[in-house]
């Protein structure tokens, strides 16, 4: 058959250390692509612009180092991508939130800088920030209406030191564990069933018993 028609490929859990040995670049039918859990595969994020047709991107658990290219706002099609566990450094959180995206898993990486104005991210349900190095104040986040999940846990976010109450309507899961609060939390309001997880955050409570379920 054409390989120029594939529509899945799964190189997921292999020996890769290059995708140049891969016309990616040239599978513009691709729907389905993972290459994660290929930590010998090393070297800057490629260009994927001519994958338009691409849905799911699935690039976590390699050594892929430096910036996310400007040009994965180009995969227009992309609803899910997972990019955890990698080495990046900086991303240009505008561009990948003008996608449809409904899945973003960015953890376990490397990223600075102040956390991205997610509200324009229309479509998001599940949002990963965990575990990088973001900075700001994160009581001040704009969140889509429709986001379920929020992780932002182990960054170095910030808060009012003000007492505060914090609404996230549409949220059921929320982790903000590991940072450096120093608030005294009065409230938090998530849709039930509700899951907070702020463990080591700084944040002086208790918080009202009753307003969502905590574990340590």
């Given at each position: 058959g054409?390989?120029?028609d594939?529509i899945?490929l799964e ?11 891969f016309p990616i ?20 994020f490629p260009d994927l ?8 991107l699935g690039?976590s658990?390699t050594?892929i ?11 227009t ?5 997972n990019l ?5 450094t900086?991303w240009n ?17 490397d990223?600075t800088g102040s956390?991205?104005d997610l509200?324009s ?8 920030l965990s ?7 994160f009581?001040?986040l704009?969140l ?6 929020l992780k932002v846990?182990?960054n ?9 109450d914090?609404?996230?309507?549409s949220?059921t ?13 009065t409230s938090?309001?998530l ?20 307003e969502?379920v905590?574990?340590d």
């Open positions: 054409n390989l120029l594939l899945e190189l997921n859990n292999n020996l890769l250390q290059s995708t140049s040995l670049a040239s599978w513009s039918k691709l729907v389905v692509l993972d290459v994660s859990s290929n930590p010998g595969l090393e070297g800057e612009s001519g994958l338009t047709e691409l849905r799911e690039w658990n050594s180092s430096g910036t996310l290219p400007d040009s994965i706002a180009q995969v099609n992309l609803v899910t991508l955890a566990y990698n080495q990046l900086s959180a505008t561009a990948v939130c003008a996608l449809d995206l409904v899945w973003l898993d960015v953890s376990h990486n990223l956390l991205p509200a991210c229309s479509q998001l349900l599940h949002c990963d575990h990088n190095l973001f900075v700001g104040c009581t001040h704009s889509p209406d429709r986001l379920r999940t846990s182990h170095l976010l910030t808060c009012d030191h003000e007492p505060m914090i609404v996230f309507p949220l899961t929320l982790d903000v564990s590991g940072n450096t609060f120093a608030s005294r939390l938090v309001f849709q039930e069933p509700g899951y907070i997880h702020a463990t080591s955050t700084g944040w002086l409570c208790p918080v009202p018993e009753g969502f905590s574990e």
